[in-house]
């Protein structure tokens, strides 16, 4: 009898662990990356010294008025101070000094590249470390190639025709340095943009800038899957799609940036965004 009743708790215990498993928050699930497995586009970061001008482009142009969106008090600079190769990573440095450029004299300089690749659909790898400090603002994210902006890129190429939000933003990553290791993605459209966007999501992750983590996303026609380290965070699959919600059937590119907020930490000198590689799967 004694062994019938260890018998019986057993299997009652390995049932339970087993719809355990089973019963998996949807937000929670492991993203398997599977439905994408050709590489399409990548930089390793490997070598010493500039970025690939191939694959990026620094972009400095101030919007008019003479500030960057969004109250950010920093200039961006397409100086080797604030972008270099090291030791097979890109070290995207924020950085405390009296910098002027544009007319414009700021305390705060930091890089914003775009990439010379864009792509329809597709998954998305950056395996990456946040900078540190209160102020900080470090974003891995995408823009329509439509986007008409001037001094980014592609509408220096003649593609920008679209105001944003209209043209569609998709936020890989954002990391604010106020609130330490919580990490945040969204989606920009005509349905809600800016401070009041809904259409986000995220999750605390113990380390942001003391370990690299690998930040995806998983694009298709149908939705948006944001993840880290292979944990879901975040789905975008709007019921309805139109021209306000699903501006995202065309070519998007990357850019990755440190943005200062006026609440910078006083005695923040200097930190940097390092990536050890970004991968595209179509």
Not at 29 to 51: C, H, Q, Y
Not at 84 to 105: I, S, T
Not at 118 to 143: C, D, N, Q, S, Y
Not at 147 to 152: C, M, R, V, W, Y
Request: glycine letters at 10%; one cysteine or more; a negative charge.
């Amino acid at each position: 009898m004694k062994y019938s009743v260890v018998l019986f708790i057993t299997c009652l215990t390995f049932l339970g662990n087993l719809r355990a498993q089973n019963s998996v928050n949807p937000l929670q699930e492991t993203a398997t990356g599977k439905r994408f497995e050709t590489l399409v586009w990548s930089d390793e970061f490997e070598g010493n010294g500039p970025v690939d001008a191939k694959k990026w482009f620094h972009q400095t142009q101030l919007p008019p008025g003479g500030s960057w969106f969004g109250g950010i008090i920093n200039h961006y600079t397409d100086r080797q101070e604030n972008t270099y190769l090291k030791d097979g990573l890109l070290h995207l440095v924020a950085k405390k000094e009296v910098f002027k450029d544009q007319g414009e004299v700021k305390n705060y300089t930091s890089a914003r590249l775009n990439s010379k690749f864009t792509f329809t659909h597709g998954r998305v790898e950056i395996k990456a470390k946040m900078p540190k400090g209160t102020g900080t603002w470090p974003a891995i994210w995408m823009l329509n190639k439509n986007i008409d902006e001037d001094g980014a890129y592609w509408d220096n190429e003649g593609f920008g025709k679209v105001k944003w939000p209209y043209c569609g933003e998709i936020d890989i990553l954002e990391h604010w340095g106020k609130n330490q290791d919580y990490v945040s993605s969204a989606v920009h459209n005509g349905s809600g943009y800016g401070g009041a966007v809904e259409n986000l999501g995220g999750r605390r992750v113990a380390g942001v800038s003391d370990q690299f983590h690998v930040y995806a996303i998983e694009w298709t026609k149908n939705k948006m899957t944001f993840s880290i380290d292979g944990v879901v965070h975040y789905v975008y699959e709007p019921s309805k799609k139109d021209t306000n919600t699903w501006p995202y059937d065309s070519d998007y590119y990357l850019i990755l940036n440190i943005a200062i907020e006026p609440d910078i930490d006083p005695e923040f000198t200097e930190s940097a965004l390092e990536v050890d590689y970004i991968r595209i799967y179509q």
